[in-house]
């Protein structure tokens, strides 16, 4: 399979996914999952290729491990990221480590130094444990501005963490004072 062609249908599966599911009649539950077959017809019927096997590769060849596949095989989810509001992931609260990173464009700078870090159109606002994939996410939006977020302040401060599949960190909100640049 091709780069070109696992990468095209990340995209897509992380579009339905995460944010537009009924875009293609499809119905994630509470936890964020699809059904397989639904999701397969659904693409068919949007005049996508999909099948078992092209989905499997996407998930086991991702490099940030957006997707799962349930253990009985039959259903599929993004582990993070999502928009739509049917989906609330219950996540285990977990303890920070110290520092952890935020990747931007910034031209956004001006905003996050006024308002912070706020989730968007998504639940969470996204973090890293390492600059170097904060960076990574950043270039995605243009000239990359690199934040480094006092994530066990927060937390003592009782801000809630949580960690999902793939090893992101989520939070509500990052507050200015919590936020410096590297």
Known sequence: MSKKLLDETSK?????????????GL???????ADIEALIS???????????SLIENVVANSDKKRFSISEDGQSIRAVQGHSTK???LQLEEKQPPET???????RFMDSINQQGLIPGSRHHVHLSEESATA?????????????KIAAQQMHEQSF????AENGVWLTEQVPVRFISTL
Do not use: C, M, N
Request: aromatic residues 12%; charged residues 20%.
């Open 27 to 33: 119905t994630l539950d509470s936890e964020g999952w």
């Open 160 to 163: 809630k963490f949580y960690q």
């Open 42 to 52: 659904g693409a068919a019927r949007d005049g996508r290729s999909l099948d078992r």
């Open 12 to 24: 897509f599966l992380s579009y339905v996914l995460r944010h537009e599911p009924q875009a293609i």
């Open 135 to 147: 960076s990574a996410v950043g270039q995605r939006y243009g000239t990359v501005a690199i934040l």
């Open 100 to 106: 952890l990173y935020h990747g931007t464009a910034t």
């Open 86 to 88: 049917s989906v609330a």
